[in-house]
């Protein structure tokens, strides 16, 4: 099974996907934790190009430094594990790019939908977690993290977006969220991360 786990910065993935990944592993699945950018080898080198609180870049140079990763991490990584019936956990997937350079950054989205149909050869999730929270709490709660963790130059590119960005984002979400509601499971992520599991195992456990 292919999961995903989107959602706005600052909303906890990190913490959700350790513990949805244990909990997998508890019951016996065999799971790939993998995230995006940077889940395969060419995307290690391009996580700190799209990262990096200094680098600039047109728009859709990004988008598409986006979609070479994950063309290949989909090839080299995710469609190899599914194969061998491994269950998949990426945090961060073909719904961000969307999110983030449609809704956020005014790219077309129907056009997104396409370019991303074709980098990932139509390997779409099979359930995707987002997890939602008001874009304030979320920023605070990734600034303070990035500081606490050295990141904030490394990793700080989006976090320093207006706060209208990232509000857009998140309506990004919550629309493809009720566009695909059989794909989606969308988690108050306000609340605390074993609240946010057993909501999750739960689901899982519906479908």
């Known amino acids: 099974m292919f999961l995903t786990v989107e959602g706005v910065e600052g909303a906890g993935k990190s913490t959700f996907i350790g513990l949805l990944e244990d909990a ?3 019951q016996g699945a065999d799971v790939l934790r993998t995230r995006e950018p940077g889940g395969c080898a060419l995307g290690q080198q391009i996580r700190p190009l799209l990262l990096a609180a200094s680098q600039k870049m047109d728009r859709r140079a990004e988008l598409f430094l986006f979609l070479a990763d ?3 991490h989909v090839a080299e990584v995710i469609r190899p594990a599914l194969a061998h019936g491994q269950w998949v956990i990426c945090d961060r997937y073909a719904d961000s790019t969307i999110a983030y350079q449609g809704y956020g950054r005014g790219m077309d989205v129907e056009a997104l939908q396409q ?3 074709h980098a990932t050869d139509g390997l779409w999730p099979d359930i995707t977690f987002l997890l939602d929270l008001p874009v304030e709490v ?3 709660r990734a600034l303070t993290r990035n500081g606490r ?3 904030t130059q ?4 989006f976090e320093a977006e207006t ?3 990232h509000q857009r984002i998140r309506e990004g979400f919550l629309t493809r969220a009720a566009r695909w509601p059989e794909r989606f499971c969308v988690l108050d992520a306000t609340r605390s991360p074993e609240e946010l599991l057993q909501s ?3 689901y899982l456990k519906s479908v």
């Open 24 to 26: 997998l592993k508890a």
């Open 70 to 72: 994950r063309a290949q």
């Open 115 to 117: 370019l991303n149909d």
């Open 138 to 140: 979320g920023l605070e």
């Open 149 to 151: 963790e050295g990141l």
């Open 154 to 157: 490394s990793e700080g590119r």
């Open 163 to 165: 706060l209208v960005f």
């Open 200 to 202: 999750a195992l739960q």
